[in-house]
């Protein structure tokens, strides 16, 4: 995981400082290494101060790389092709790099070690659509001359651009956009008004910016459309063989996100999803450590040291103390770029679990982030399947997952690379995904909710856990609780909890500004 960001220039030539300061307002996603591509020319260094005096100019496009170093020891970006008129900055993890690399070879001389480098040969050879992973990346192609960005299916990796008269830019966090927009562009420093100005480049789309005459393309569903996947994947397979088939899915969905692993972290609320993945990652990784964060007496604490004893797992929990409460509010709050009531909420537990796990020295957690949407595990899924009938049901979850990059993934990505951590959702697994989709309505939901996913998981866990019910995030960590205590601090009861939320928005950009 890494940040990218760059600039194409409409207009006028503008200070390079301003790629660099991007850069810098991104440093905390990639504090291993960086590398920015200025015009013809490119800088490899590890510490900001080594261009802090570069005093040129930005004529035509400019991008860059902040690396968090997993995959390799010679991974520094932008990365070339052999003849270095193609460069690519890439944030993310390409699961079936090996696979790739195996025939690219016969055509291609990689020049680094690391998994995203057979992603600019597989631009090369017109077969992007091969990439499995999670990934957000931009592609300039001199002789083309034009910039290519792309987004994994699901969005698991956030992508953000904004287009103004003077010029183009992306980048892997709207703050970043927001530095642009207010000293280029003289916006007014509101955080509402910021980002109406910036776009989300949609999930399983590219878009491709053309320099000579500054049009935009966007090709959306550039893979697999698993909108219609239900259509697509049908199968006839009995409840026991879809078992199997979905059992065997899963674990290789998590056996592709750790097999580059000695350890890993998962983020843990004792429920179904995310202990059924700390067991199957236990199958492959040698240390396995579980994070818990909660209010004192939360459920998700109570839990998550149930399932430490049961899987013989070792645990690191924290109990949010009320003197901390207006602390992890507020740095939510800047991670996210928004303010939101329930995106805070859950993301502090999210954020306060990778804190953890920074601290301990691991750059990579999982997440059980996807299994609800995914199998129908919220109420309005059952209300729904019972009330409308199934293809209701189906074209509910399909929104669901459409909808999952804005809703969650975003946030729950900035929430762990404030610490510098990545995190890994592996029921977003393209396979898992399909191997679903595909199964019977009532394989997934009928008297119980997650059907077939706790079926599965109980061959793992004990049942207290695998059947245990649905409980929203906010409410088993008690993230909602903090929220409010401390509105209440500043005079804010539950009644005037957006005037709360105003005040959250106008702190969110006074921080900002005075920390450039």
Not at 331 to 354: F, H, N, Q, T, W
């Amino acid at each position: 995981m890494c940040s990218i960001s760059g600039i194409i220039i409409k207009e006028q030539p503008i200070p390079v400082k301003y790629a660099i300061d991007m850069m810098k307002i991104l440093k905390h996603r990639g504090r291993d290494s960086s590398g920015m591509l200025i015009d013809d020319n490119i800088i490899y260094f590890k510490d900001f101060k080594d261009v802090e005096n570069l005093n040129v100019d930005i004529k035509n496009i400019t991008i860059g790389h902040n690396r968090l170093a997993i995959v390799g020891k010679y991974g520094n970006q932008p990365i070339p092709n052999e003849d270095e008129n193609i460069w690519l900055v890439c944030n993310g993890e390409i699961y079936n790099y090996i696979e790739l690399m195996e025939y690219l070879k016969e055509n291609h001389e990689f020049k680094t070690d690391t998994d995203n480098e057979v992603i600019i040969h597989l631009y090369e050879e017109d077969k992007l659509e091969e990439l499995d992973g999670d990934y957000a990346f931009a592609i300039y192609d001199k002789l083309k001359n034009i910039l290519l960005l792309a987004r994994d299916p699901f969005g698991v990796k956030p992508l953000f651009y904004v287009d103004t008269k003077k010029y183009f830019a992306f980048a892997s966090e709207r703050k970043a956009l927001w530095h642009l927009l207010i000293n280029i562009d003289n916006c007014k420093k509101d955080l509402d008004i910021l980002n109406s100005k910036i776009k989300t480049l949609k999930p399983n789309s590219q878009l491709i910016y053309y320099l000579d005459n500054h049009r935009i393309e966007i090709i959306e569903n550039f893979k697999d459309d698993f909108k219609n996947l239900n259509n697509n994947y049908k199968t006839n397979l009995c409840y026991e063989e879809a078992k199997k088939y979905l059992e065997k899915a899963l674990k290789n969905a998590v056996l592709k996100r750790v097999r580059d692993l000695y350890r890993v972290g998962v983020i843990c609320s004792g429920g179904v999803d995310s202990s059924l993945i700390a067991k199957l990652a236990s199958l492959y990784c040698k240390e396995v450590i579980l994070y818990a964060v909660g209010t004192e007496n939360s459920e998700d604490l109570i839990y998550a040291e149930k399932l430490s004893k049961e899987l013989n797992l070792p645990l690191r929990k924290k109990i949010i103390s009320e003197n901390e409460y207006e602390e992890y509010v507020f740095k939510v709050c800047r991670a996210i770029d928004e303010v939101d009531l329930m995106k805070i909420g859950v993301g502090i537990p999210i954020y306060v679990a990778s804190e953890l796990a920074n601290k301990d020295g691991l750059k990579v957690v999982l997440s059980g982030q996807g299994a609800d949407e995914l199998f129908g595990g919220y109420a309005r899924h059952e209300r729904v399947y019972k009330e409308k009938g199934e293809e209701e049901f189906k074209k509910m979850l399909i929104n669901d997952l459409t909808n999952i990059y804005k809703v969650n993934l975003e946030r729950d990505d900035h929430c762990t690379m404030a610490n510098g951590v990545e995190l890994r959702v592996p029921f977003l697994d393209e396979d898992v995904v399909k191997v679903t989709l595909s199964l019977p309505t009532n394989y997934l939901i009928s008297d119980l909710r997650k059907r077939i996913l706790r079926d599965v998981a109980s061959k793992y866990l004990p049942d207290y856990i695998a059947y245990r019910p649905k409980k929203a995030a906010q409410y088993g960590s008690g993230g909602e609780k903090i929220i409010y205590k401390v509105a209440k601090k500043y005079g804010f009861s539950k009644k005037k909890i957006n005037e709360f939320l105003k005040l959250l928005k106008n702190r969110v950009i006074e921080d900002f500004i005075k920390n450039i």
